[in-house]
């Protein structure tokens, strides 16, 4: 199971659009991972490199002994709001694995060569060379992704990449899908939907919404 965090609290710089619900609070924040740290298999992430990934989500993971994944925006790196290279170093220094969420967030489907150098490869280098090992994980903005950027993706061989198909994953994947949690979420809610066993029925419906995006 991989949960999926965006911004904790409140915003220092100007939302996208359709960004707000992916903010929660931070009692929500502190009681999903409580519930998290009781569950073996959860796998944390944060996508956009928002600065409370480092003033809220690092501490909160380090109390309850958890780790998790990081996946910053090149393009962000120092702005307000966002984290700075030296928040990313203490991240990795702390244990965190760091990945790419790429330059702008942009979708990644459908990129033409220049942008696509720029996102998938551009990004990753500028992040590794902050980070000063090599990133190989990424997380997909927007969710968006077809058969074609996932050759792309494996032939410049990403180790995993990470979807928001609200499905459960199999360990060891190469495409880990990933539920997000929004701010109208509760854990109960998430002891339901997430992390309680499934019902086969929706468990079909998510494999077969990725297995469609995959071949298209
Ligand atoms: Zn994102």
């Not at 790196?77 to 990945?99: F, K, P, W, Y």
């Amino acid at each position: 199971m991989n949960i999926c965090f965006h911004g904790v609290g409140v915003p220092d710089r100007t939302l996208e659009p359709g960004e707000a619900p992916y903010w929660i609070s931070p009692s929500l924040f502190h009681a999903v991972l409580d519930e998290v740290a009781g569950h073996g298999g959860v796998r944390i992430s944060f996508d956009d490199g928002n600065a409370s990934d480092v003033e809220i989500g690092l501490p909160a993971l380090l109390d309850r002994g958890l780790q998790a994944t990081f996946f910053v925006l090149a393009g962000r790196l120092g702005a307000r709001g966002s984290l700075g290279e030296d928040d990313i170093r203490e991240l990795d220094a702390q244990g965190m694995v760091i990945g790419t969420h790429g330059m702008d967030h942009v979708p990644w489907r459908g990129l033409d060569d220049a942008v696509r150098d720029r996102e998938l490869v551009a990004a990753r280098d500028r992040i590794s060379t902050v980070v000063g090992r090599r990133v190989d994980e990424a997380a997909l903005p927007l969710g968006r992704y077809d058969r074609r950027l996932l050759g792309q993706l494996r032939g410049l061989g990403y180790a995993h990449v990470h979807t928001s198909d609200r499905a459960h994953a199999r360990p060891g994947a190469w495409l880990q899908p990933r539920f997000s949690v929004v701010g109208t979420d509760t854990v109960s809610r998430l002891r339901a939907d997430v992390l309680g066993p499934q019902p086969v029925r929706r468990r079909i419906g998510r494999s077969a919404v990725m297995f469609a995006k995959r071949l298209r």
